[in-house]
């Protein structure tokens, strides 16, 4: 049976975004979607029909976002499900990249995803329900990738406002979810979705390393399909109780479990300083 739940995707014209889209239009839901082209977004998309709504938006302009959330309501009524998904990559170490290529990343990766949050919580809090799934990186939670310390920053600050959000909206019947990604099939790694330094410094062995590992053993063997990924948004979003944290990949999953054993090492080995901080008895 045909479902009518409306869902609001970002960064839709390519990626996980794309898939996503496409799936949802397939299983019969109505679909409003955003790109710094609609015209070239519905070109991706290929899909004519009425259930679907493609914006052009700037994500970094609240104004920008407050007119595409106008026009979703004035087309189908209401939002059900947003999923936070523009970003792009940013690779540079943290002396490499200039204060301006920072905040850029900054500005698409965290503020873009603010400012549909704020615009839309409105139509939620009237609601009493919707949902929120914002697209972090396993590099959101582990943080050990040399050269890609700005990207991780804007990923663990995704996650960082999504766990307040879970608790601000909790009493509202609003959900918000974490997604942490691991290595998908996607053109995420590719030039034009992903950025590097002006200015790089040969000096930075590990980054140089890690950025040759990219090109010439991930690219094209990433183990993670977009296509079930897009089944796995929609099979959490139909459930009565959603997650805070959801790993999306047995890669993420594997380098979840190892953070969580790391820091669980050092919590035991230094328990002792830990707690030394406290006022005497």
Do not use: C
């Amino acid at each position: 049976m045909k479902t009518q739940k409306v869902w609001f995707v970002t960064g839709a014209s390519k990626g996980l975004g794309l898939s996503l889209v496409k799936r949802l239009l397939t299983e019969g839901y109505k679909v409003a979607a955003t790109s710094r082209e609609a015209e070239a977004l519905s070109t991706e998309v290929g899909y004519s029909g009425d259930d679907f709504l493609p914006l052009q938006v700037n994500l970094t302009d609240n104004n920008s976002v407050a007119e595409a959330i106008t026009a979703i309501i004035a087309k189908f009524g209401t939002i059900d499900v947003v999923v936070n998904n523009a970003g792009y990559g940013q690779l540079g170490t943290l002396e490499e990249l200039t204060d301006d290529e920072a905040r850029k990343n900054f500005d698409v990766n965290v503020f873009g995803s603010l400012n549909v949050i704020r615009n839309v919580m409105p139509i939620f809090r009237v609601r009493k329900s919707g949902a929120f799934f914002n697209i972090s990186s396993i590099a959101g939670f582990l943080g050990t990738f040399p050269g890609w310390g700005i990207y991780n920053a804007t990923k663990f600050a995704v996650a960082g406002f999504t766990e307040a959000l879970s608790a601000e909206a909790k009493s509202l019947g609003v959900t918000a979810t974490i997604v942490y990604p691991g290595y998908f099939k996607t053109n995420f790694l590719l030039q034009g979705s992903l950025r590097t330094a002006a200015n790089p410094i040969t000096d930075y062995k590990e980054a140089r390393d890690l950025e040759v590992i990219h090109n010439e053993q991930v690219i094209g063997n990433q183990p993670g399909d977009p296509e079930n990924a897009a089944l796995a948004f929609i099979r959490v979003a139909e459930m009565g109780e959603r997650p805070l944290h959801l790993f999306l990949g047995s890669d993420s999953f594997a380098m979840a479990q190892n953070k969580i054993e790391a820091v669980q090492k050092d919590l035991a080995a230094f328990e002792n300083i830990s707690k030394s901080t406290d006022f005497r008895k």
